[in-house]
């Protein structure tokens, strides 16, 4: 399947991006100013109750919305030639809808990519990172289908607003995780715990947004600005835990179609759902003795509409599993008992400084390669990759930086070797930040931030020096590879 791991040329192609991601709940602080409306996360982590690490918020963050030329400062250091980042929807938009538009937000947002493009880094700018607007959510946020005009609406805005510069566009990031942890499992904000139910309809409802919005942008505003659309995924690489056991590759099978091809396969291939998905899940409601199965149905009309909507594929990756069947009880719904599947760590992969971060680089070689075999060869941008230290964090991260290096000579070999038409790496993150419900307790920046002083100075790390260096090279010293 694989060629042989031996490179001669340890360049990467001409114009490959290289870059790090942020999202602005996780950056920008700035929670109630100049007329920015509530989201969801403002709300959840508010309503306390351990949710978070130690309750935190991301009330002040990294303080980027007054912070902005400080992080310029890290982008220049590292020479990157992209910055990914997100707009706070409620900041645009304080009550989701275009009814009311807030000035100020614009202008922050103007600044942003005005200030990038000065300094000849590339925006690529997503519209959607978790952070729902608390009025759109009111009214049933991803769980109503009224959501995916509101932000096809949205999305227009943007388009109409900054897409005379923004060329690379990133309609929603990770729209597994918003789906089961959001609307399954309610461990993310809003917290909704619909077992069985809320994914899928959540997912369905994301689907269906994201190919609205990227129709919009391609019949009203590309002939004219030239830009791209796509979408975020997350997956994990995943491998059988017996390679000869049957049941664990048919359990490997459904692993990647749940996490994956439950995006994947609508947009990039045919426009509905993986076929193991439509048979367990219609199976399981059948036992349940439910009429319908619990995963809804595109109409041929929207399977049309949804094929093809991805001018490039988005990456998010971590980590690997291993995986093996686990016993499902039919009783109660749930996106897990469908699933059926379990994935566990190799006891021999070192973890990162959050639990369920296993360092497996070659995991991203693989799954590029199956995206390259299952979705038609795209484009693909590896929108995040990163490494978590726990607090307080080392300055001299040595450990991360050998992540970082041999991650990156997979991602190398997945070009010159498998053909894999990788186009850029961002890391996450630009700068340590509230990273979710782990609050500040995690640190992914190539930029370390003391929380605690009201300055929050960024400081780089070791593994910034040395990304700088591969980002100049455009290329990696062979010896490393």
């Known amino acids: 399947m694989y060629a042989a791991d031996t490179m001669e040329n340890y360049q990467y192609p001409k114009d490959f991006a290289w870059g790090a991601s942020t999202a602005a709940y996780q ?90 493009l000065e300094n000849t880094v590339v925006p690529v700018v997503t519209l959607y990172h978790f952070d729902m607007p608390q009025a759109i959510e009111d009214e049933g946020g991803w769980n109503s289908e009224k959501t995916v005009d509101t932000f096809e609406n949205f999305a227009r805005f943007c388009f109409k607003t900054f897409g005379n510069r923004v060329k690379l566009w990133i309609t929603i990031n990770e729209p597994y995780v918003v789906a089961k942890h959001s609307y399954e499992d309610g461990v993310f904000a809003p917290g909704k715990t619909n077992k069985g139910f809320g994914a899928y309809q959540a997912a369905h409802n994301m689907l269906l947004a994201h190919a609205k919005a990227w129709h919009a942008y391609n019949n009203s505003y590309k002939s004219q600005q030239k830009g791209l659309v796509s979408i975020a995924l997350n997956s994990d690489w995943a491998e059988p835990f017996d390679p000869n056991s049957t ?83 039919n009783e109660e719904p749930s996106y897990d008992s469908d699933m059926a599947a379990e994935g566990v760590k ?83 993150s630009l700068l340590d930040n509230f990273e979710w419900t782990s609050g500040y307790n995690v640190r992914f920046g190539l930029f370390h931030i003391d929380f605690d002083r009201i300055d929050l100075p960024r400081v780089p790390y070791h593994s910034a020096a040395e990304y700088t260096k591969v980002v100049k090279m455009n290329g990696l010293s062979g010896q490393k590879a």
């Not at 049309?304 to 909507?309: A, Q, R």
């Open 27 to 116: 950056i920008e602080g700035g929670w109630d100013a100049d007329g920015k409306g509530l989201n969801v996360w403002d709300t959840f982590t508010h309503q306390g109750g351990d949710r978070v690490f130690k309750n935190q918020t991301g009330d002040v963050a990294c303080g980027s919305y007054t912070l902005w030329e400080e992080d310029l400062k890290c982008i220049k250091q590292l020479g990157l030639t992209h910055y990914r980042f997100s707009i706070s929807w409620s900041r645009l938009l304080p009550d989701g809808t275009t009814g009311f538009i807030n000035q100020k937000g614009v202008d922050y947002y103007n600044m942003v990519i005005d200030s990038l």
């Open 247 to 329: 049941k664990d590759k048919e359990a490997t099978e459904r692993y990647l179609a749940f996490r994956l091809g439950w995006f994947a396969k609508p947009i990039f291939v045919d426009g509905d759902y993986p076929e193991v998905m439509k048979v367990e899940v219609s199976k399981r409601s059948k036992e349940q003795g439910l009429q319908n199965s619990r995963l809804p149905e595109f109409t041929n009309e929207e399977k049309v509409m949804m094929k093809g909507t991805a001018d490039f594929f988005c990456l998010n990756y971590y980590t690997t599993r291993m995986i093996k069947p686990c016993s499902a009880t």
């Open 346 to 428: 190799d006891p021999e992969w070192p973890v990162s400084g959050i639990e369920w971060l296993a360092v497996v680089p070659w995991g991203l070689r693989r799954l590029l390669a199956y995206i390259k075999d299952t979705c038609g060869d795209p484009a693909v941008y590896i929108t995040e990759n990163g490494f978590a230290q726990s607090d307080p964090p080392v300055l001299k991260d040595l450990q991360r930086w050998e992540y970082f290096e041999k991650t990156l000579a997979e991602v190398l070999k997945a070009i010159r070797l498998d053909g894999v038409n990788v186009k850029g790496y961002f890391v996450w």
